[in-house]
């Protein structure tokens, strides 16, 4: 039985990781800054509370992150840890960039240690690019951040291509695009407005205000990602990937989505408010996956509108 080691497991991504993992047959490990103190509350959803080991381990302190991997000897890692509010960034910026440069630093610098090859998996972020209008963002695409959060996803790229390179270590980037799932937050947008909507259908009255429309993302579903996080680990090879849809749309179309799929003209509930426009907002952001289709067999099987429906039919209590 292999066995994997879940950095981060109370999140979207590490729950439904987990979920999958354990489908796989695996043994599943989970960390979080606080087992004792932390709400499982994804785990729970998924049915799985009891079927995760979640541990304490800080990221950011290089003899947690030793100890805890040198205790569980993993045969994998994915490290799926940080602050990954890219709003939140500009707030705690200092926080941000520590958490996934140290932590991801301290994960390759603990496996260089032990003496047993583990393979890992480091979370990136289609932030990374900025801006991609024209040429969709593909592996070779140059990074030009524009968030606290994207310099702290690139750093950490950057040493996990280092590590890959100078030690030899199986290690390497997933940089994924936008994914939701109904264990979204709700400080995100997609949450925001998913829930919004199914309040004004029910009656509530309220207007939902959100920022500049006319933003474009590539929106995919959260569980399909995972897979390809696991399909990573599986090559011959380490490297990086793109993962992605390959379909971009705009903020006004995910609502217009929305909406429509409850019955309503999003033009009577919504409203764009100036101070909600960032300056350094990426504007476009558009991928190019074709890699991780022809390398890993890896395709995303929903869409931006498939996404909205299954989010919609949730009845899930959303983790504010």
Known sequence: MKTALICGVTGQDGAYLAEFLIQKGYEVFGTTRDAQGKSFVN??????????????MAPEDFRSVFVTIKNIRPDEIYFLCGQSSVAMSFEQPAETIQSYTLGTLNVLEACRMIDKPIRQYHAGSSECFGNTVGVPANESFPFSPRSPYAVAKA???????????????????????????????????????????????????????????????????????????????????????????????????????????????????????????????????????????????????????????KMLDSDDIVVV
């Open 43 to 56: 785990l729970r959803r998924l049915g799985i509370e009891e079927k995760v080991a979640v541990l304490s």
């Open 155 to 309: 750093s950490a790229f950057w040493l996990t291509a280092n590590y890959r390179e100078a030690y030899g270590l199986f290690a390497c980037t997933g940089v994924l695009f936008n994914h939701e799932s109904p264990l979204r937050p709700y400080r995100f947008v997609t949450q925001k407005i998913i829930q919004t909507a199914k309040r004004i259908a029910a009656g509530s009255g309220e207007v939902l205000e959100l920022g500049n429309l006319e933003v474009s993302r590539d929106w995919g579903w959260a569980p399909d990602y995972v897979e390809a996080m696991w399909r990573m680990l599986q090559q011959d090879l380490p490297r990086d990937f793109v993962i992605a849809t390959g379909q971009t749309y705009s903020l006004e179309q995910f609502v217009s989505a929305t909406f429509g799929q409850l019955g309503l003209d999003w033009r009577d509930h919504v409203r764009s408010n100036a101070e909600f426009f960032r300056p350094t907002d990426i504007l476009v952001s558009r991928a190019d996956p074709s890699l991780a289709r022809i390398e890993m067999g890896w395709k995303a099987k929903f869409g931006m509108e498939e996404v909205v429906s």
